[in-house]
């Protein structure tokens, strides 16, 4: 089920003590899968931030460990829209974030608070306030850290409510239960080639007919051109909505809202948690993995030995809490506690009908985000 909006006014409103509002900074990257977490918290914690859409050079390909407390990673109007007054929170998301919010936080002279999400977001523990990360990230246990099983968004039941006002129904002529498909793409760690494509629609039509609905896939910007004909072969009787570079109103939102069943490729976080938050019933269909390359190896190798205790354990436990390396991410890890909860179910052939099983898992972070917040105001 989707989880209720939180809107604590005391957190976003003036102090009756100090009449003093809460000024919040969203640092946005150039990632949709960033953006849409930061926003999520900002929405969810009802918020009224101001927005910042970061720009980087070459730069920010260095370490953060040698970047420490800097703008020199972003261009020079990026540079420029970081100006006083400074907020009392910063959060952003991402490896490239922290030596910005980590600046902010010197600059106001310690009084702003860091509140950061991601895999690799670890860098500046003495500095980061509330470290938000998943489960599937596996990371090293620390002070604020605070780990979900599905990541935030911004899909909620206003969101879906105002998708179905908005727009006619994209899948109105499909017969019920109408199942949405969303395809995702290759990642670093994920294939998903044209052969892979035609095996995954094969099976979303023969798990529908089953159902004795009709199918729709939704394909993103990462799907491949060849990996959509190779859909678009295999499915010939689906409803298709292909990604495109020229949507200026894109319907993604509207499948979401209207899908009596849905099922989701397994690379793709936000997707994931998009769809859970529908509070429709969902199949995760995991994508085959790429053989783990050498830098995957030794971080795996460096967290498995950050468990453990001596001199090599501690020293494995400070190199990722610098910076130097995050944890490998296991996305085996949430598709399993999104099971384990009642979110979903793993593809098998059949496509799951049941829907999901209440939880607001948000209310821990929300507590402490709110402590946070009142020691500010």
């Known amino acids: 089920m989707p989880s209720k909006t939180r809107n604590p006014q005391h957190l976003s409103g003036p102090s009756a003590e100090t009449g003093h509002a809460l000024r919040v900074w969203l640092l946005l990257d150039d990632r949709p899968g960033h953006v849409t977490q930061v926003r999520g918290l900002a929405h969810k914690m009802g918020w009224t931030p101001t927005s910042f859409n970061l720009k980087f050079n070459w730069l920010n390909w ?6 420490g407390h800097s703008l020199v990673s972003l261009d020079g109007k990026s540079r420029q829209q970081l100006q006083p007054p400074y907020p009392d929170i910063v959060v952003g998301m991402g490896r490239r974030i922290v030596p910005v919010a980590r600046w902010i936080k010197r600059q106001s002279g310690g009084a702003s608070r860091i509140v950061l999400l991601g895999r690799k977001a670890a860098g500046g523990v003495s500095e980061v306030d509330i470290f938000i990360s998943c489960i599937h990230f596996n990371q090293v246990p620390r002070q604020g850290l605070v ?18 006002a908005a727009r006619p129904n994209p899948i109105s002529r499909l017969k019920h239960p109408r199942v949405v498909l969303l395809v995702g793409g290759p990642t ?18 023969r798990a529908t007919g089953l159902l004795g609905g009709e199918l729709a896939i939704v394909t993103s910007r990462r799907t491949p051109a060849a990996a959509v004909a190779a859909l678009q072969r295999a499915a010939p009787q689906a409803q298709f909505e292909v990604w495109s570079k020229a949507f200026k109103d894109n319907p993604y939102l509207s499948y979401l809202a209207h899908a009596d069943v849905l099922a989701v490729t397994g690379e793709s976080e936000s997707m994931l948690a998009e769809a859970a938050a529908t509070g429709a019933p969902l199949t995760i269909y995991p994508l085959q993995a790429k053989p783990k390359g050498f830098k995957n190896f030794l971080a795996g190798a460096l967290r498995r030995k950050a468990d453990e205790n001596g001199v090599l354990a501690k020293l494995s436990r400070q190199i990722i809490l610098a910076g130097w390396m995050s944890p490998p991410r296991d996305l ?27 939880t607001d898992e948000f209310e821990h972070l929300a ?5 946070l917040s009142r020691s500010i105001l």
């Open 62 to 67: 260095l370490p953060n460990p040698v970047l």
């Open 147 to 164: 780990e979900l099983v599905v990541p935030l968004t911004q899909v909620d039941s206003v969101s879906l409510a105002s998708a179905r």
């Open 332 to 358: 085996t890890l949430m598709h399993h506690g999104m099971v384990k909860r009642g979110l979903a179910e793993i593809f098998e052939g059949t496509l799951n009908t049941r829907p999901p099983t209440p």
């Open 367 to 371: 507590q402490q985000l709110a402590r």
């Open 188 to 205: 670093a760690h994920h294939r998903f080639d044209e052969n892979d494509a035609s095996v995954l629609a094969s099976a979303m039509v």
